[in-house]
């Protein structure tokens, strides 16, 4: 009741318009359907803010902020939602520069937001690994690379 889970899946189409959505609920989509380029949890989703809306029987606009780390679909989720693509995505971090709103219905509008990195006292050569810097943009990729090969076991990576 106060902290509701979701299911939920984005849309990879690269249409602009008409992003397919599944009728299907996430947790008992077929494989297939999961495995596609559609949306799926959708219904579940749009349910849950539209309830958010209501303050007892009068309807409310409500504004909800899309969090979350560089890359992981903020943006890929509002589209989906909106059944458009509304945002801007990319594979790489850093599409979303600034705070963009999106008039989902009446009551609900999102906020997409660029990704937040918290500053974690870990060396500089981390910062990419955090997805807060886009591979293209690193000056040295050796720090990052180093970084990453100290993070593993030497016979998962053939050195030894």
Do not use: W
Not at 128 to 144: E, F, I, T
């Amino acid at each position: 009741q106060e902290a509701p889970t979701v299911a939920f899946k984005a849309s990879t189409q690269q249409q602009s318009r008409n992003l397919k959505q599944s009728q299907l609920p996430a947790a008992t989509a077929p494989e297939e359907v999961l495995a596609g380029r559609g949306c799926v949890g959708a219904d579940c989703l749009l349910r849950v803010l539209a309830n958010y809306s209501r303050s007892r029987e009068v309807k409310t606009t409500i504004t909800v902020g899309v969090v979350g780390y560089p890359n992981v679909g903020k943006s890929s989720l509002i589209n989906s939602l909106k059944r458009s693509r509304v945002c801007g995505v990319g594979a790489t971090p850093g599409v979303t520069r600034c705070l963009q709103t999106v008039q989902l219905d009446r009551h609900i509008q999102l906020l997409d937001c660029p990704g937040v990195v918290m500053d974690s006292g870990a060396p500089a050569d981390a910062a990419p690994l955090r997805g807060a810097l886009a591979p293209q943009r690193l000056r040295d990729p050796l720090g990052p690379a180093t970084a990453i090969l100290r993070r593993c076991p030497p016979e998962q990576v053939g050195v030894g």
